[in-house]
Each structure stands twice: as C-alpha cells, then as structure tokens.
C-alpha cells in the first residue's frame, strides 16, 4: 500500500479492538483529543476514530472525521509502527481549523 493511503487494512473495524485498545493502550490528553496507542500483532498501523453527538450535528462530526483520517494519512511517520491508534474527540474539536488539528495531534506523537 502507498504511503500516501488510507486503506481498509489501516482501520480499526472491530469492536473488540476498540475496547482493547482503550483499556490497555498507553492514554494521552490535548485539549481537544483524546489518544490511545495499543502494539499490535500487524506490521502496520491502524486507525481508530471515535466522535461522540455531544462534539455536533452528523455534518460537524464527518468533517472531524475526515480531518482526522487526512491527518493519520499524511503523517503516518510520526505514528508508530504496529500500532493501534483510536482518536477520541472532545469538546471543542469540531471548531478547530485543520491547521490547529494537526498541531495538536503532531504534539502527542512527537512526545513520544
């Protein structure tokens, strides 16, 4: 797959993983986000989203979500590999411009 990709293999579809992930994954706070980073038995990394009705309308909350996959896509060297990675949007994420996003979420993964 190319690295500039978002493929069905890269997305974390199960529930089971999600849970996973949230109870055992290493946990970090932004304002803005949640973000939990779980090893996985896969030689790749994957995303997980999670945006709740509180953060807004089903129009608000697609547009985080595309904001958070194109982030995830773009920078993928930053996320480590064979990874779990659920993102988890808090309040306030929905107005962030694209820019502040990034930033935000850059930090978390450059902490590491």
Do not use: W
């Amino acid at each position: 797959m190319g690295h500039y990709t978002f493929g069905k293999e890269e997305r974390i579809r199960l529930r089971a993983d999600f849970l996973r992930t949230f109870r055992d994954g290493e946990y970090h706070r932004t304002p803005h986000f949640r973000v939990f980073i779980y090893p996985n038995a896969l030689s790749q990394r994957r995303l997980g989203i999670s945006v709740s009705k509180r953060i807004g309308g089903a129009v608000e909350r697609n547009r985080l979500k595309r904001r958070i996959r194109e982030f995830f896509r773009l920078n993928k060297e930053l996320i480590p590999g064979s990874s779990d990675v659920v993102i988890s949007a808090q309040e306030g994420a929905a107005q962030l411009d694209y820019g502040a996003l990034c930033e935000e979420l850059k930090g978390v993964f450059q902490k590491r």
